[in-house]
């Protein structure tokens, strides 16, 4: 998720288990804390060029929920040690500061990215995808709560605030998940009247809401893609056949870079040519055909494909114009063809 509502996250959790002379200090304790598994790319970044290394050594490490809790546990060690208001309430601390570290991975796997939440083992990366990375009905109730919490510092409503924006916010996610539920029952029904039954897919909702879903599903040929708005359709999904160079894809699966992304992103990935180069498009984040990760990661030399350093590359996206056509497509639904 945005870092917004990573600090909002930490910094409620943390308030509302910290005692309540100590409230301001916790916010501020939790809202650190809550950002400090982000901070991971302060390391990478200066270790590699290699976008497709800098995109997967994210959430990794700093995201594992076996390597967190012993960072919170030495973290408060610390703390407990130098006195102050961790030494006065050390268990209510503990807790705050673990809970305010453990969230913060739980939190980002709601996304579609992927993270790591069982480094250094190596199951394909958590990927539960029901929220979009910045969706403000999740944050505002933790900000809110936290803004009041604030102000109202040791006042018994302050407590009430924190726990009430925690519930609305969790119960928030608790409703993506019955809203993805609920599109992927309509898209299983749908890919199986075109004999995609067993196909590979996934869904995710569109930037910014849980309203408006989209889903692909890979084919033989490429892939295909369909939306689902939870408030206006009712109807079977359409969906949209697109071609990937499948040949192309086969001919470099063994190059460390391709199953390095693979795994990632679990073989959801679009191939194509472009002058010369292989291209792979993430299929998870974007829609077609404007993709947030490609890279290039082979050219074409005697009919075959060589291994070339990855780069990153960036095509035209119109943001104003797809966002516009994506709050209108929420509440209609497309007219039969």
Request: a positive charge; glycine letters at 6%; charged letters at 20%.
């Amino acid at each position: 998720m945005d870092s917004l509502s990573q600090i909002v996250l930490g910094a409620a959790v943390a308030a509302a288990i910290a005692p309540a002379g100590h409230r301001r200090a916790a916010l501020l304790a939790g809202a650190a804390l809550g950002t400090l598994p982000d901070l991971d790319v302060l390391v990478i970044n200066p270790l590699t060029d290699d976008p497709v290394e800098r995109m997967t050594w994210h959430r990794s490490l700093s995201h594992s929920l076996v390597v967190l809790p012993i960072i919170g546990a030495l973290l408060w060690a610390w703390f407990k040690r130098c006195g102050g208001r961790v030494a006065q309430a050390p268990m209510r601390w503990f807790w705050a500061m673990q809970l305010a570290l453990v969230t913060h991975p739980l939190l980002d796997a709601f996304t579609v990215y992927g993270t790591q939440l069982w480094w250094p083992l190596r199951p394909p990366p958590a990927m539960w995808s029901s929220v979009f990375i910045i969706d403000p009905l999740y944050t505002i109730w933790l900000l809110a709560a936290c803004i009041a919490a604030w102000w109202l510092r040791e006042r018994r409503g302050a407590q009430r605030l924190l726990v009430a924006g925690l519930v609305l916010s969790t119960a928030y996610l608790g409703f993506s998940l019955l809203a993805k539920t609920s599109v992927e029952r309509a898209a299983d029904a749908s890919l199986a009247r075109i004999g995609l039954a067993d196909a590979p897919r996934f869904s995710v909702p569109m930037p910014f809401n849980t309203l408006l879903w989209r889903v692909v599903a890979m084919t033989p040929k490429g892939f295909v893609e369909g939306e689902r708005s939870i408030v206006a359709d009712r109807g079977p999904m359409r969906f949209r056949h697109y071609a990937s160079d499948v040949d192309a894809m086969h001919a470099v699966r063994d190059l460390p870079v391709v199953k390095r992304l693979a795994w990632f992103n679990r073989g959801f990935m679009k191939a194509e040519v472009r002058d010369g180069a292989l291209v792979l498009s993430d299929l998870r984040m974007g829609s077609e055909p404007d993709y947030t990760f490609r890279f290039v990661v082979a050219e074409r030399v005697d009919g075959g494909w060589r291994a070339i350093e990855p780069r990153p590359i960036e095509w035209p996206w119109n943001a104003s114009r797809r966002l516009a056509s994506m709050w209108h497509r929420i509440w209609n639904e497309p007219s039969a063809r």
